[in-house]
Structures are given as C-alpha cells and as structure tokens.
C-alpha cells in the first residue's frame, strides 16, 4: 500500500557528502515513522538512524554527528544527509516506513528499493 521511491547514492571519496531521498506515494505520510537502514554483504540490515512522524531523530552512534535524517510532509520525502564519509559507510542503503515502538517496528513495515553508497579513494 505505501510505495517507497529512493534516488541518491554513487560513488564518494573519503570526507565527502552525499545526500539519499526517499519518496513516499501515500496520503498518510505525515502519520509514518520513517528509517534509513544499511547492509553490507553477508551482515544483517542496520538501522542507523530514525525520525518519527512527530519530528524527533534517533542515530546510531557510528553516524551520530555525521549524519541527519529530515523530513518534509509537503512533498513525502524523508532524506538522509551523509557528511564526513568513512570507507566504513560503504553499503547498500534502504529506507523504511512504519510505526515506531520501543527497539523497533510495530505492524508492517514498508521498504525502498535500496540505493548503494561506495566511499572509496
């Protein structure tokens, strides 16, 4: 029911930006919890950082400082500002929809199509 579109990601050298986009296609955006996850070949997806629908943020503290998660109601889009990029970051990036509950999702939880971040000299 909720359709997540994600653009963004490529190939960035160490210390650079990059800027992830995840558009939703529902009328119900403003209600939705929404997450930006990573996975690296053969390790389990890792939430890294969270916004609720009340505008409140959660980082996981690998990125804490580097990266910010926002949101924009007007336009369903929730972004994920990467800075300072470590050869580290370097993973396949998905953003989530659902609703938040203590350590993680309550219900369905909606999923982007993955985009893949390479930080690399």
């Known amino acids: 029911q909720v359709q997540l579109v994600q653009s963004g990601g490529g190939l960035v050298q160490p210390g650079g930006s990059l800027r992830l986009s995840c558009a939703a296609s529902t009328s119900a955006f403003a209600a939705l919890d929404m997450g930006w996850y990573r996975q690296t070949p053969g390790n389990e997806r890792e939430l890294i950082a969270t916004?609720?629908?009340?505008?409140?943020?959660n980082y996981e503290e690998s990125v804490k400082g580097r990266f910010t998660i926002s949101r924009e109601n007007a336009m369903n889009t929730v972004d994920l500002q990467m800075n300072n990029l470590k050869v580290e970051d370097t993973a396949v990036y998905y953003c989530?929809?659902?609703?938040?509950?203590?350590?993680?999702?309550?219900?369905?939880?909606?999923w982007g199509q993955g985009t893949q971040v390479t930080v690399s000299s």
């Open positions: 989530a929809a659902g609703t938040l509950w203590r350590r993680g999702w309550a219900g369905q939880v909606y």
């Open positions: 916004i609720n629908r009340g505008g409140d943020t």
